[in-house]
């Protein structure tokens, strides 16, 4: 075959991939090359492989009275995130409090959530502050942030590869870049969310937790602590969380709107 056919073959292909989809819940567009469903099988097997290892080393849920606080906490918001994405109601929502001192949590897709000693020590968060966590860490999963950032390693793979594809049908050595793909896999498994994001996970996490009967404003204190614990002044340049003082603004903000919502359900009166 002529070397432009094979370029025009491969431009073709690269047409028809599935790259973007329409985030049913921001409306955004993201990217969309790893499914939900791929994203959640490669999280569940990582999740399997981080609890054995926990549990040989004795830092899988050794408190049981913590464990339960977090697990109480955790049910009314997912119980939210199910009535806001209903498909959600079919994955198998695991928590477990990991012994460790970094000051972390996070819900991987389909629903496996930890939280680490290390937040719960040096934060105290109470139970209002836990559930922002908890609310803004299960949103991720909720808003398909993980699917969409393998997805964008993955075009940028597709893209290395179709590169290295198209310059050797048109005669150039371009060899060096193969390498970068597999690189770029095992980094975006690691990468942090977006800025955006992390302000996605904010506005809607605080929303779902505030119609599972926590308080908004709890949002506020959460991250005021955080900014004692960690110290952390920088801009919003070149940072993958919004600024710390902007956020807390824009949670300020945030929790005004959802006081009648938090107001209501704690009533136990109906929640639009």
């Known amino acids: 075959m002529p070397r432009f056919a094979n370029v025009l073959v491969l431009s073709a292909f690269l047409a028809s991939l599935p790259g973007c989809a329409t985030n049913p819940i921001t409306g955004r567009s993201q990217a969309a090359l790893v499914s939900d469903a791929q994203a959640a099988q490669q999280s569940a097997q990582a999740y399997s492989q981080l609890l054995n290892q926990a549990s040989q080393q004795r830092a899988l849920d050794d408190n049981p009275?913590?464990?339960?606080?977090?697990?109480?906490?955790?049910?009314?918001?997912?119980?939210?995130?199910?009535?806001?994405?209903?498909?959600?109601?079919?994955?198998?929502?695991?928590?477990?409090?990991?012994?460790?001192?970094?000051?972390?949590?996070?819900?991987?897709?389909?629903?496996?959530?930890?939280?680490?000693?290390?937040?719960?020590?040096?934060i105290q968060p109470t139970d209002d502050e836990?559930?922002?966590?908890?609310?803004?860490?299960?949103?991720?999963?909720?808003?398909?942030?993980?699917?969409?950032?393998?997805?964008?390693?993955?075009?940028?793979?597709l893209g290395i590869g179709l590169g290295v594809m198209a310059g050797a049908a048109a005669g150039?050595?371009?060899?060096?870049?193969?390498?970068?793909?597999?690189?770029?896999?095992?980094?975006?498994?690691?990468?942090?969310?977006?800025?955006?994001?992390?302000?996605?996970?904010?506005?809607?996490?605080?929303?779902?937790a505030a119609r599972a009967g926590f308080n908004p404003n709890a949002a506020v204190t959460l991250w005021q602590k955080m900014i004692q614990v960690s110290g952390n002044s920088g801009s919003d340049w070149l940072s993958t969380h919004p600024n710390p003082q902007s956020r807390i603004a824009a949670m300020q903000a945030r929790a005004q709107q959802l006081m009648p919502v938090y107001e209501a359900a704690r009533k136990g009166k109906p929640v639009k």
Request: aromatic content about 4%.
């Open 65 to 122: 009275a913590q464990l339960q606080r977090v697990r109480a906490i955790a049910q009314p918001i997912i119980a939210q995130a199910i009535k806001k994405r209903p498909e959600t109601g079919q994955w198998r929502w695991e928590i477990h409090v990991l012994q460790s001192d970094e000051i972390n949590a996070w819900c991987m897709a389909g629903g496996k959530i930890a939280v680490y000693t290390g937040l719960l020590k040096a």
């Open 130 to 157: 836990l559930a922002e966590v908890l609310g803004h860490e299960i949103s991720h999963a909720l808003l398909s942030h993980q699917a969409e950032k393998l997805s964008r390693v993955q075009m940028q793979k």
């Open 172 to 208: 150039y050595d371009v060899s060096g870049l193969a390498g970068m793909a597999d690189t770029l896999a095992t980094v975006g498994l690691q990468l942090p969310n977006s800025r955006q994001a992390e302000s996605e996970a904010d506005s809607v996490g605080i929303e779902l």
